[in-house]
């Protein structure tokens, strides 16, 4: 078992900038993918970005060039960077971690309770 910790939401006015951290009761060292996904107002959990264990990063569309997600391995700690934020990039941020496909699927997946994003002026 992990439990993970969001923090770092707020409101913030339109073209600004917010870090989310997501906090792991557990070393993140060689965890297979980590990644932050978004609920908005009456839309369906969608992935934002994701960071594999080798490093690779890979973004939504939406969100290319403005967000960038990272890791501190020393701090079990995963990050995301919003830059430009939009309207639209309100919601409820989640932190996700995934052991990979050799975990059995109980044991694979893990979520954070989210943290509010709200981009308003």
């Known amino acids: 078992q992990v439990q993970l910790v969001e923090s770092g939401g707020g409101l913030v006015q339109p073209g600004g900038s917010l870090r989310l951290s997501c906090a792991a009761s557990?070393?993140?060292?060689?965890?297979?993918?980590m990644g932050w996904y978004r609920q908005g107002p009456g839309k369906q959990r969608e992935l934002v970005a994701t960071?594999?264990?080798?490093?690779?990063?890979d973004y939504a569309d939406s969100v290319k060039g403005r967000f960038t997600i990272s890791r501190d391995y020393a701090k079990n700690t995963l990050y995301l960077q919003m830059h430009g934020l939009k309207p639209e990039n309100t919601a409820v941020y989640y932190c996700?971690?995934?052991?990979?496909?050799?975990?059995?699927?109980?044991?694979?997946?893990?979520w954070g309770q989210g943290t509010q994003v709200t981009v308003s002026s």
């Open positions: 960071i594999y264990s080798g490093g690779t990063t």
């Open positions: 996700n971690l995934d052991y990979g496909p050799l975990r059995i699927e109980s044991l694979r997946r893990y």
């Open positions: 557990r070393s993140i060292l060689g965890i297979y993918a």
